[in-house]
């Protein structure tokens, strides 16, 4: 079983920063974290940001591209999300994800995923 753990949440204002970190317990081949999903009091799991094992492929959502940047450090076995200049609509709990099942072919698609972190908040104040 995949343990994955998000930290770095907080309450920031407008305009501020924060960076998260996921941390996964396993070194298989579909036990690293890859990509970052939000969700909203009342709204779907959305999709933030993804990277690829060997950081080739990044993608961002619509919302957040030029703001936020994902990166990983395979050596630790860990996720990060730089996330800069924050807006009140960020706010949300953020996951980290792990276990692709390519069946779903979109990387969006929160179904592709198998493991999933605890989540941690974001709260942005205006």
């Known amino acids: 079983q995949v343990r994955l753990v998000e930290s770095g949440g907080g309450v920031v204002q407008t305009g501020g920063s924060l960076n998260l970190t996921c941390a996964a317990s396993?070194?298989?081949?579909?036990?690293?974290?890859v990509g970052w999903f939000r969700q909203a009091p009342g709204e779907e799991r959305a999709f933030v940001a993804r990277?690829?094992?060997?950081?080739?492929?990044?993608d961002y959502g619509d919302s957040v591209e030029g703001r936020f940047f994902v990166s990983r450090d395979n050596g630790k076995n860990t996720m990060h999300l730089q996330m800069n200049n924050l807006k009140p609509e960020d706010t949300a709990v953020y996951y980290c994800v792990a276990g692709e099942n390519f069946q779903y072919v979109s990387f969006m698609d929160p179904r592709r995923y198998a493991y999933w972190g605890q989540g941690t908040q974001v709260t942005v104040s205006s």
């Open positions: 396993e070194r298989t081949s579909g036990g690293h974290p």
């Open positions: 990277i690829t094992w060997t950081g080739a492929t990044i």
